[in-house]
């Protein structure tokens, strides 16, 4: 049920912190679903890796459509006060899981959190823009263009 929105998490080539192991020196998440994409024969000749994400992505739709699986924690029947009520912990148990380490792209607690509400309400998972990484780019950018004119 929540596999597409991971999905959507991971494969991210943004500057995000990426596991420790020293293998996984740069992002490849996006790279690799491509690639299960073009061994399910999902993928057209020039498909660029992120059309092929989406390609993999609607696939898995239909599957989950196919075999009646919810779209969302709320459609299978979570309880909507109940779920929130918890919200929190969960993200904190979710990043305290063994088993976070290991995942593609290493979550924020925040992270976590706002994907389980995606889950919850059945909305497509969306990164949101780092605005202080956003607005240091746009600083180095006016910097240079001021040394450009000088």
């Known amino acids: 049920m929540l596999l597409t929105n991971v999905i959507r998490y991971n494969a991210n080539d943004g500057a995000a912190k990426q596991t420790a192991f020293s293998q996984y020196d740069r992002p490849q998440a996006r790279c690799r679903y491509g690639e299960v994409a073009d061994h399910l024969g999902l993928n057209a000749a020039g498909d660029s890796a992120e059309q092929k994400?989406?390609?993999?992505l609607t696939w898995l739709e239909g599957l989950k459509a196919e075999l009646a699986i919810p779209a969302s924690l709320q459609e299978a029947?979570?309880?909507?006060?109940?779920?929130?009520?918890?919200?929190?912990?969960l993200a904190v148990d979710?990043?305290?899981d063994q088993c976070t380490g290991t995942n593609p792209r290493y979550p924020l607690i925040k992270d976590l959190r706002q994907l389980l509400l995606d889950c919850f309400y059945g909305r497509y998972y969306r990164?949101?823009?780092n605005v202080g990484r956003q607005r240091a780019a746009e600083e180095k950018e006016e910097t240079e263009a001021a040394r450009a004119t000088e």
């Open 53 to 56: 994400v989406e390609n993999l």
């Open 77 to 89: 029947g979570v309880d909507e006060a109940h779920f929130l009520s918890v919200l929190d912990q």
């Open 127 to 129: 990164d949101t823009p």
């Open 94 to 96: 979710a990043f305290d």
